[in-house]
Protein backbone atom coordinates (compact mmCIF):
# COMPACT_ATOMS: atom_id res chain seq x y z
CA UNK A 1 0.00 0.00 0.00
CA UNK A 2 1.62 3.12 -1.27
CA UNK A 3 1.92 6.51 1.05
CA UNK A 4 -0.88 8.30 -1.06
CA UNK A 5 -3.32 5.00 -0.98
CA UNK A 6 -2.89 5.71 3.24
CA UNK A 7 -3.62 8.70 3.29
CA UNK A 8 -6.38 9.15 1.20
CA UNK A 9 -8.31 6.04 2.98
CA UNK A 10 -7.46 8.04 6.66
CA UNK A 11 -10.22 10.39 7.62
CA UNK A 12 -8.57 12.92 9.71
CA UNK A 13 -9.76 14.62 12.86
CA UNK A 14 -11.09 18.08 12.30
CA UNK A 15 -13.69 20.13 13.84
CA UNK A 16 -16.53 18.21 12.79
CA UNK A 17 -15.16 15.49 15.73
CA UNK A 18 -16.40 18.07 18.22
CA UNK A 19 -20.24 18.17 17.06
CA UNK A 20 -21.05 15.44 19.19
CA UNK A 21 -24.72 13.82 18.54
CA UNK A 22 -27.61 15.10 20.57
CA UNK A 23 -29.35 13.05 23.78
CA UNK A 24 -33.15 14.59 24.04
CA UNK A 25 -34.50 15.85 21.25
CA UNK A 26 -37.93 17.73 20.82
CA UNK A 27 -40.07 19.19 18.06
CA UNK A 28 -38.79 22.50 15.99
CA UNK A 29 -42.21 24.81 16.03
CA UNK A 30 -40.48 27.34 14.06
CA UNK A 31 -38.56 25.15 11.34
CA UNK A 32 -40.14 22.19 11.53
CA UNK A 33 -38.12 18.85 12.05
CA UNK A 34 -36.15 18.11 15.71
CA UNK A 35 -34.03 20.24 17.68
CA UNK A 36 -31.74 18.79 20.07
CA UNK A 37 -32.02 20.35 23.58
CA UNK A 38 -29.32 18.17 25.39
CA UNK A 39 -25.66 17.24 24.03
CA UNK A 40 -22.84 15.72 25.40
CA UNK A 41 -21.38 18.98 26.69
CA UNK A 42 -24.69 20.10 28.71
CA UNK A 43 -24.35 16.90 30.61
CA UNK A 44 -20.95 16.98 31.58
CA UNK A 45 -21.49 20.78 32.80
CA UNK A 46 -24.43 19.57 34.91
CA UNK A 47 -22.15 16.53 35.98
CA UNK A 48 -19.17 18.50 36.50
CA UNK A 49 -21.23 21.53 39.29
CA UNK A 50 -22.44 18.08 40.44
CA UNK A 51 -19.39 16.19 41.40
CA UNK A 52 -17.94 19.49 42.44
CA UNK A 53 -20.68 20.50 45.18
CA UNK A 54 -20.72 16.92 46.47
CA UNK A 55 -16.98 16.81 46.90
CA UNK A 56 -17.06 19.64 48.50
CA UNK A 57 -19.89 19.31 50.87
CA UNK A 58 -18.51 16.08 52.01
CA UNK A 59 -15.37 17.50 52.68
CA UNK A 60 -16.90 20.26 54.86
CA UNK A 61 -20.00 19.24 56.52
CA UNK A 62 -18.04 17.13 59.21
CA UNK A 63 -16.41 19.42 61.53
CA UNK A 64 -13.18 18.25 63.94
CA UNK A 65 -10.47 19.16 65.25
CA UNK A 66 -8.46 16.52 63.48
CA UNK A 67 -9.41 16.76 59.89
CA UNK A 68 -9.89 13.33 58.11
CA UNK A 69 -8.34 12.83 54.52
CA UNK A 70 -10.87 14.01 52.65
CA UNK A 71 -11.70 17.56 54.85
CA UNK A 72 -7.65 18.18 54.77
CA UNK A 73 -7.93 17.99 50.81
CA UNK A 74 -11.29 20.65 50.79
CA UNK A 75 -9.12 22.73 52.88
CA UNK A 76 -5.78 22.96 50.84
CA UNK A 77 -7.97 23.15 48.03
CA UNK A 78 -10.01 26.12 49.32
CA UNK A 79 -6.81 27.56 50.89
CA UNK A 80 -5.36 27.49 47.51
CA UNK A 81 -7.73 29.80 46.02
CA UNK A 82 -8.21 31.83 49.06
CA UNK A 83 -4.98 32.64 49.91
CA UNK A 84 -2.48 31.97 46.59
CA UNK A 85 -5.40 33.50 43.70
CA UNK A 86 -7.56 35.87 45.83
CA UNK A 87 -5.95 37.16 49.06
CA UNK A 88 -2.92 37.53 46.96
CA UNK A 89 -3.91 39.12 43.58
CA UNK A 90 -6.88 41.29 45.60
CA UNK A 91 -5.42 42.35 48.27
CA UNK A 92 -6.31 41.76 52.18
CA UNK A 93 -9.02 44.33 52.11
CA UNK A 94 -11.25 43.10 49.13
CA UNK A 95 -10.70 39.70 48.58
CA UNK A 96 -12.96 37.93 51.07
CA UNK A 97 -16.12 38.56 48.92
CA UNK A 98 -14.75 37.32 45.65
CA UNK A 99 -13.33 34.30 47.09
CA UNK A 100 -16.89 31.58 46.67
CA UNK A 101 -16.99 33.03 42.87
CA UNK A 102 -13.22 32.16 42.52
CA UNK A 103 -13.38 29.11 43.85
CA UNK A 104 -16.31 28.00 41.89
CA UNK A 105 -14.77 29.46 38.82
CA UNK A 106 -11.35 27.69 39.32
CA UNK A 107 -12.81 24.08 40.23
CA UNK A 108 -15.41 24.42 37.50
CA UNK A 109 -13.02 25.21 34.82
CA UNK A 110 -10.54 22.37 35.75
CA UNK A 111 -12.82 19.23 36.63
CA UNK A 112 -14.30 20.17 32.67
CA UNK A 113 -11.03 20.66 31.32
CA UNK A 114 -10.27 16.94 32.80
CA UNK A 115 -13.05 15.81 31.41
CA UNK A 116 -11.10 15.29 28.35
CA UNK A 117 -8.44 12.79 30.31
CA UNK A 118 -10.96 10.78 31.63
CA UNK A 119 -12.08 7.31 30.31
CA UNK A 120 -15.37 6.72 28.27
CA UNK A 121 -15.73 10.38 28.64
CA UNK A 122 -12.59 11.47 26.78
CA UNK A 123 -14.24 15.35 25.66
CA UNK A 124 -13.09 18.34 27.56
CA UNK A 125 -16.41 20.91 27.62
CA UNK A 126 -14.73 23.92 27.13
CA UNK A 127 -13.08 22.38 23.61
CA UNK A 128 -16.97 24.61 22.85
CA UNK A 129 -16.18 27.54 22.58
CA UNK A 130 -19.41 28.65 23.61
CA UNK A 131 -19.19 27.97 27.01
CA UNK A 132 -15.40 29.66 27.34
CA UNK A 133 -17.43 32.79 26.30
CA UNK A 134 -19.66 31.92 28.57
CA UNK A 135 -17.36 32.03 31.23
CA UNK A 136 -15.38 34.96 30.40
CA UNK A 137 -18.80 37.05 30.10
CA UNK A 138 -19.56 36.42 34.05
CA UNK A 139 -16.38 37.35 34.68
CA UNK A 140 -16.36 40.38 32.66
CA UNK A 141 -19.84 41.70 33.93
CA UNK A 142 -18.25 40.75 37.54
CA UNK A 143 -15.06 43.01 37.46
CA UNK A 144 -16.60 45.53 35.43
CA UNK A 145 -20.08 45.82 37.83
CA UNK A 146 -17.84 45.52 41.21
CA UNK A 147 -15.43 48.75 39.30
CA UNK A 148 -18.61 50.99 38.73
CA UNK A 149 -20.01 50.21 41.98
CA UNK A 150 -16.80 51.00 43.51
CA UNK A 151 -16.03 54.06 41.60
CA UNK A 152 -18.60 54.85 39.71
CA UNK A 153 -19.88 54.73 35.75
CA UNK A 154 -17.36 57.63 34.51
CA UNK A 155 -14.86 57.71 37.24
CA UNK A 156 -14.02 53.84 36.20
CA UNK A 157 -14.49 54.93 32.74
CA UNK A 158 -11.74 57.29 32.82
CA UNK A 159 -9.40 54.68 35.39
CA UNK A 160 -9.37 52.05 32.78
CA UNK A 161 -8.75 54.76 29.69
CA UNK A 162 -6.30 56.76 31.28
CA UNK A 163 -3.39 55.76 32.39
CA UNK A 164 -1.22 57.74 34.97
CA UNK A 165 1.40 60.28 33.89
CA UNK A 166 0.29 59.98 30.05
CA UNK A 167 0.90 62.97 28.58
CA UNK A 168 -2.22 64.89 27.59
CA UNK A 169 -0.59 65.33 23.71
CA UNK A 170 -0.70 61.59 23.36
CA UNK A 171 -3.73 61.29 25.07
CA UNK A 172 -6.31 60.85 21.93
CA UNK A 173 -4.23 58.16 20.88
CA UNK A 174 -3.77 56.26 24.18
CA UNK A 175 -7.52 56.38 25.36
CA UNK A 176 -9.06 54.53 22.02
CA UNK A 177 -6.30 51.46 22.96
CA UNK A 178 -6.64 51.37 26.50
CA UNK A 179 -10.65 51.34 26.00
CA UNK A 180 -10.05 48.39 23.32
CA UNK A 181 -7.67 46.39 25.83
CA UNK A 182 -9.08 46.58 28.80
CA UNK A 183 -12.71 47.04 27.64
CA UNK A 184 -13.56 45.28 24.79
CA UNK A 185 -10.54 42.61 24.33
CA UNK A 186 -10.30 41.47 27.57
CA UNK A 187 -12.79 38.97 27.53
CA UNK A 188 -12.05 37.62 24.26
CA UNK A 189 -8.65 37.18 24.72
CA UNK A 190 -9.95 35.47 28.63
CA UNK A 191 -12.06 32.83 26.65
CA UNK A 192 -10.23 31.98 23.34
CA UNK A 193 -7.01 31.10 25.35
CA UNK A 194 -8.87 28.89 27.60
CA UNK A 195 -10.64 27.25 24.52
CA UNK A 196 -8.05 27.03 21.82
CA UNK A 197 -5.98 25.14 24.68
CA UNK A 198 -8.29 22.63 24.97
CA UNK A 199 -9.33 22.32 22.03
CA UNK A 200 -6.24 22.10 20.37
CA UNK A 201 -5.35 19.58 22.93
CA UNK A 202 -8.24 17.50 22.33
CA UNK A 203 -7.72 17.30 18.12
CA UNK A 204 -3.90 16.27 18.79
CA UNK A 205 -4.74 13.32 20.97
CA UNK A 206 -7.33 12.28 18.63
CA UNK A 207 -4.46 12.90 16.16
CA UNK A 208 -2.39 10.74 17.17
CA UNK A 209 -4.64 7.90 18.58
CA UNK A 210 -6.46 7.83 15.24
CA UNK A 211 -3.34 7.94 12.99
CA UNK A 212 -1.71 5.36 15.40
CA UNK A 213 -4.71 2.75 14.76
CA UNK A 214 -4.53 3.45 11.15
CA UNK A 215 -1.47 2.71 10.33
CA UNK A 216 -0.77 -0.42 12.35
CA UNK A 217 -4.35 -1.89 11.74
CA UNK A 218 -4.78 -0.56 7.65
CA UNK A 219 -1.16 -0.33 6.65
CA UNK A 220 0.36 -3.51 4.82
CA UNK A 221 4.07 -1.95 4.95
CA UNK A 222 6.26 -2.77 7.19
CA UNK A 223 7.91 0.43 8.05
CA UNK A 224 4.35 1.86 8.78
CA UNK A 225 3.97 -0.42 11.63
CA UNK A 226 6.69 1.14 14.18
CA UNK A 227 5.30 4.86 13.02
CA UNK A 228 2.12 3.63 14.17
CA UNK A 229 3.58 2.13 17.80
CA UNK A 230 5.23 5.82 17.86
CA UNK A 231 2.14 7.71 16.78
CA UNK A 232 0.65 5.92 20.15
CA UNK A 233 3.96 6.78 22.36
CA UNK A 234 2.97 10.65 21.40
CA UNK A 235 0.00 10.75 22.03
CA UNK A 236 0.21 9.07 25.32
CA UNK A 237 3.26 11.78 25.86
CA UNK A 238 0.54 14.33 24.66
CA UNK A 239 -1.55 13.48 26.78
CA UNK A 240 0.22 13.79 29.90
CA UNK A 241 1.17 17.46 29.00
CA UNK A 242 -2.52 18.27 27.87
CA UNK A 243 -3.35 17.16 31.98
CA UNK A 244 -0.39 20.26 32.80
CA UNK A 245 -2.19 22.49 30.29
CA UNK A 246 -5.79 21.81 31.78
CA UNK A 247 -4.53 22.34 35.17
CA UNK A 248 -2.33 25.58 34.13
CA UNK A 249 -5.09 26.76 31.70
CA UNK A 250 -8.14 26.61 34.98
CA UNK A 251 -5.44 28.57 37.29
CA UNK A 252 -4.85 30.95 34.53
CA UNK A 253 -8.59 31.80 34.32
CA UNK A 254 -8.62 31.97 37.66
CA UNK A 255 -5.94 34.07 38.06
CA UNK A 256 -6.98 37.38 35.30
CA UNK A 257 -9.98 37.24 36.71
CA UNK A 258 -8.67 37.93 40.15
CA UNK A 259 -6.03 40.58 38.10
CA UNK A 260 -9.02 42.42 36.68
CA UNK A 261 -11.24 42.71 39.56
CA UNK A 262 -8.28 43.96 41.84
CA UNK A 263 -7.78 46.22 38.57
CA UNK A 264 -11.23 47.68 39.25
CA UNK A 265 -11.72 47.68 42.81
CA UNK A 266 -8.22 49.66 43.03
CA UNK A 267 -8.42 53.15 44.59
CA UNK A 268 -5.10 54.47 42.63
CA UNK A 269 -5.10 54.81 39.36
Not at 233 to 255: R, T
Request: net charge positive.
Amino acid sequence: MSAATLAAGFNAPSPRDFELPGIARVGDIFHGGHQYLVDKPTVLLVCSAILIFAVFYAAARREAIVPGKLAFVGEQAYGFVRNSVARDIIGSKDFARYVPYLFALFYFVLVNNLFGMVPIIQFSTISHVGFAYGLAAMSWILYNGVGIRRHGFGSYLKRQCIPTGVSKVILPLIMPLEFLSNIVVRPITLSLRLFANMFAGHLLIILFSMGGAYLLLHSSHALYKPVGILAFLLGIAVGFLEIIVQVLQAYVFALLTATYIAGAVTDSH
